[in-house]
């Protein structure tokens, strides 16, 4: 094929964005959502939102799953189907046709979008991204034991075939990119590793982020909703460690409440229960505690990948978290924070941030690295270049049959780790603006 019949890379595209939900909401998927349209938008071409399906026939189809599954557990003890089930993805996908239809695209983009696209049909390119496969979820999360094996193999049979149906598989951790490849058979060529951004509307400037020093109480915060998976009960040994080593130090837990009784308790320790981005002054309230921190702890028992990874490094807070799930896909080691082991307690959570307070440099080194990690990679903007040659890439190969797209000669070419598409060329990475 000539040059003059390929598409232009510099073209704007006209992205469908494809999930049942509603993509411009700030409070779908933790907001992720809309930090991504808004970055295609500004770097990849115009976002069409196919969604969301607030028809009849598809509330009829989730109203009667979740009554089904009412019945079916006062009987057996198990949900009998997830979300991920044929009924609703059979006519979601007859949705998202007709509004394809109406709305020409180039390229689809599915986030978190399997049950939309698994029997989806058209000829148009698919670009599925996730943070986790079913495959990690029913072997990970311990809430999934109640679900059926019917369930269980409805979601897999979804996975599997969104996995095959997409022309590129993304995602933002090595862990579930892996997944994706040695569960459901995607080839290395077209499965990719991007990372998160940062959901903040008004991110600081570098110097605000940098103006970060050890004088005085070492100030350390968790956020999460559930103290269990999120470990609270790690993060408050942690700081009782730092206390008994003769450390000055304050913990701040916001999101969750420790269960009474069972001695959490401590002048030192400080639980704020709730407080919403979407209301200004609380918003302040978050920035402020991001601000005044020295550490961000986050010995999670269990998750993917966490935006507030990104969000701590866009302050330039450096971030102890357990070696678990998608974690690895925020943090580098040394750079923007530190991984435990799971079986790592607080004493050893204590003993790391001790280490690294006892110079001041190593700790102003960190704190700079952990900002330039959000300047490099941990922001949309970076997000939506590397989304934009992943999807300027699927768009070649469906108009040229002689691209390579995943046969065993490539994948045997190909190292054995997921791609790294944030790795492009300096002209792109110069686009990224960071305030």
């Known amino acids: 094929m000539s040059d003059a019949q390929s598409p232009s890379t510099k073209q704007r595209l006209r992205i469908g964005f494809v999930h049942r939900f509603d993509a411009r909401n700030i409070r779908s998927w933790s907001g992720i959502f809309y930090f991504m349209s808004r970055a295609l938008e500004a770097h990849v071409g115009e976002v069409v939102y196919l969604g969301p399906d607030d028809s009849a026939g598809t509330k009829f189809i989730i109203d009667n799953t979740a009554r089904v599954n009412r019945y079916w557990q006062r009987i057996t003890g198990k949900i009998l189907a997830t979300d991920k089930n044929r009924i609703l993805s059979n006519r979601l996908a007859r949705f998202f046709e007709r509004r394809i239809q109406q709305m020409p695209c180039d390229v689809l983009f599915a986030p978190v979008a399997s049950v939309e696209i698994a029997h989806l049909k058209t000829d148009l390119p698919i670009v599925y991204y996730s943070d986790i496969t079913w495959a990690q979820i029913v072997d990970y999360y311990p809430e999934f034991t109640s679900v059926s094996e019917y369930g269980m193999a409805e979601g897999e049979r979804i996975e599997a075939s969104a996995i095959t149906r997409a022309n590129a598989a993304v995602y933002p951790s090595e862990w579930a990119a892996e997944s994706a490849c040695k569960d459901y058979g995607a080839p290395r060529a077209t499965t990719s590793k991007v990372s998160f951004g940062a959901n903040l509307t008004d991110p600081p400037s570098r110097a605000q982020a940098l103006n970060r020093s050890l004088n005085g109480q070492v100030k350390l915060l968790l956020v999460g909703v559930d103290w269990v998976r999120k470990g609270g009960a790690i993060a408050y040994e942690c700081l009782i460690s730092l206390l008994e080593a003769g450390v000055d130090a304050q913990l701040t837990i916001l999101g969750c409440v420790p269960p009474a009784g069972e001695g959490f308790e401590h002048p030192k320790f400080k639980v704020i229960p709730f407080l919403s981005k979407h209301d200004p002054e609380q918003r302040k309230q978050i920035e402020q505690l991001f601000t005044e921190a020295h550490f961000m702890l986050l010995p999670t028992r269990a998750d993917a990948t966490p935006i507030v990874i990104s969000e701590a490094c866009a302050v330039g807070l450096p971030v102890l ?12 080691e040394g750079v923007n924070g530190f991984l435990l082991p799971y079986e790592a307690r607080g004493n050893a959570y204590a003993g790391k941030i001790r280490t690294v307070i006892s110079d ?12 330039d990690e959000y300047e490099k990679r941990l922001n949309w903007n970076a997000w939506a270049i590397s989304m934009r ?17 995943g046969s065993p000669e490539t994948l045997e070419a190909r190292p054995q780790t997921a791609m790294e598409p944030t790795e492009i060329a300096d002209t792109l990475a110069a686009e990224v603006s960071i305030s």
Not at 321 to 332: K, Q
Request: proline share 7%; no cysteine; glycine share 12%.
């Open 321 to 332: 978290a357990t070696d678990t799930g998608g974690l690895g896909g925020s943090i580098t």
């Open 360 to 371: 001041p440099k190593t700790y102003a080194a960190l704190v700079t690295s952990s900002r």
């Open 389 to 405: 040659a992943i999807m300027e890439q699927v768009l070649n190969r469906k108009i040229d049959p002689g691209y390579p797209a």
